[in-house]
């Protein structure tokens, strides 16, 4: 028995798997964000050990409930609405930065931002891992000021708008202002938006903070054209230059010094290359 693929099952079978391999590196994200809130704790100077132990026991079940939540879920989902995808994002951000004591502001597209829209798994998926790493480089990456005092982070804010072919995300801190580029390298922010053909923008004001823009397209990135002539060897784009031209056969045979039959040939294998039906659709393509 033969079975046909239809087009768009396919199509969704590859957007479910491409989901899939997303949601388990977000899942390894998720994996080191429990591991590094704790941490983060304990290294409060201001909390006594039992305080500290205690908060970071918390933090540390809530954290792996969380993980079996996301394990739990069905990776399969193809899309997601940009609302639904910011608030699991504020889910997840919400009690780690509780516990360091770093306030979080929330900038959640409405419907002008594009709140309704359905986002691919992959977009929301790898918005929500820039995101989040992008927040805890900011915790952990920056050190003092330029002045060699000490600058914590107080509050971050993020926030999302959908556009016509794209998802912005943004992130400010008060923090610094010294967060360098190679530190979200680190974390491989770059290289998560390069997949999908995204870009990263880093301005860090020194003693005023660091806001740090993600833009996502919301569909694959688009290979580069192809030059349609490069299918065309060198004596017949010299004589597509004169059909272009709007020179006739005799008058091509004496400018490149062949004969007319051989101009004949060269035509008719252009036509053929290029897939068009006449000489003046042939001179119209070498134009554009």
């Given at each position: 028995?033969?079975v046909?693929a239809?087009?768009?099952?396919?199509a969704?079978?590859g957007?479910?798997a491409a989901?899939?391999?997303t949601?388990?590196?977000?899942l390894?994200?998720?994996?080191?964000a429990?591991?590094?809130?704790?941490l983060g704790?304990?290294?409060r100077?201001?909390?006594?050990?039992?305080?500290?132990?205690?908060r970071?026991?918390?933090?540390?079940?809530?954290a792996?409930a969380?993980?079996?939540?996301?394990?739990d879920?069905?990776?399969a989902?193809?899309?997601?609405?940009a609302?639904?995808?910011f608030a699991?994002l504020?889910?997840?951000?919400?009690p780690?930065?509780?516990?360091?004591?770093?306030?979080?502001d929330?900038?959640?597209?409405g419907?002008?931002e594009g709140?309704?829209?359905l986002?691919p798994?992959?977009?929301?998926n790898?918005a929500?891992?820039?995101?989040?790493?992008?927040v805890h480089?900011?915790?952990d990456?920056?050190?003092?000021?330029?002045?060699?005092a000490?600058?914590?982070?107080?509050?971050?804010?993020v926030?999302?708008?959908?556009?016509?072919g794209?998802?912005?995300?943004t992130v400010?801190d008060?923090?610094?202002?010294?967060?360098?580029?190679?530190?979200?390298d680190?974390?491989?922010?770059?290289?998560?938006?390069?997949?999908?053909?995204?870009r990263?923008?880093?301005d860090a004001?020194p003693?005023?903070?660091?806001m740090?823009?993600?833009?996502?397209?919301?569909?694959?990135?688009?290979p580069a054209?192809?030059?349609?002539l490069?299918?065309?060897?060198?004596r017949?784009?010299?004589?597509?230059e004169?059909l272009?031209r709007g020179?006739r056969?005799r008058?091509?045979?004496?400018?490149?010094?062949i004969?007319?039959?051989?101009?004949?040939?060269?035509?008719?294998?252009?036509?053929?290359k290029?897939g068009?039906?006449s000489?003046?659709e042939?001179?119209a393509l070498?134009?554009?």
């Amino acid at each position: 028995m033969v079975v046909v693929a239809v087009r768009g099952t396919v199509a969704l079978s590859g957007a479910a798997a491409a989901a899939r391999a997303t949601a388990i590196t977000e899942l390894v994200d998720a994996h080191g964000a429990a591991l590094s809130a704790p941490l983060g704790v304990l290294r409060r100077r201001d909390l006594d050990d039992p305080t500290a132990r205690a908060r970071a026991v918390d933090l540390a079940v809530t954290a792996l409930a969380e993980l079996r939540d996301r394990t739990d879920r069905d990776q399969a989902l193809v899309e997601e609405s940009a609302g639904d995808a910011f608030a699991r994002l504020a889910e997840a951000l919400r009690p780690v930065l509780r516990e360091i004591a770093v306030r979080l502001d929330l900038g959640p597209p409405g419907t002008e931002e594009g709140a309704d829209r359905l986002l691919p798994a992959d977009v929301a998926n790898t918005a929500r891992a820039v995101v989040q790493a992008v927040v805890h480089a900011m915790l952990d990456d920056q050190g003092p000021g330029q002045d060699g005092a000490p600058r914590p982070v107080r509050r971050v804010h993020v926030g999302w708008k959908v556009g016509d072919g794209e998802l912005r995300a943004t992130v400010r801190d008060d923090g610094p202002g010294v967060l360098r580029r190679t530190a979200l390298d680190a974390r491989r922010v770059g290289e998560r938006l390069s997949a999908l053909g995204g870009r990263l923008d880093v301005d860090a004001v020194p003693e005023w903070g660091t806001m740090v823009t993600a833009t996502v397209p919301l569909g694959p990135p688009q290979p580069a054209r192809k030059d349609p002539l490069c299918v065309l060897g060198a004596r017949e784009l010299e004589v597509l230059e004169q059909l272009a031209r709007g020179r006739r056969n005799r008058q091509i045979a004496q400018e490149l010094h062949i004969s007319e039959s051989t101009v004949k040939f060269h035509v008719v294998n252009i036509l053929e290359k290029l897939g068009v039906t006449s000489r003046g659709e042939a001179a119209a393509l070498a134009h554009t």
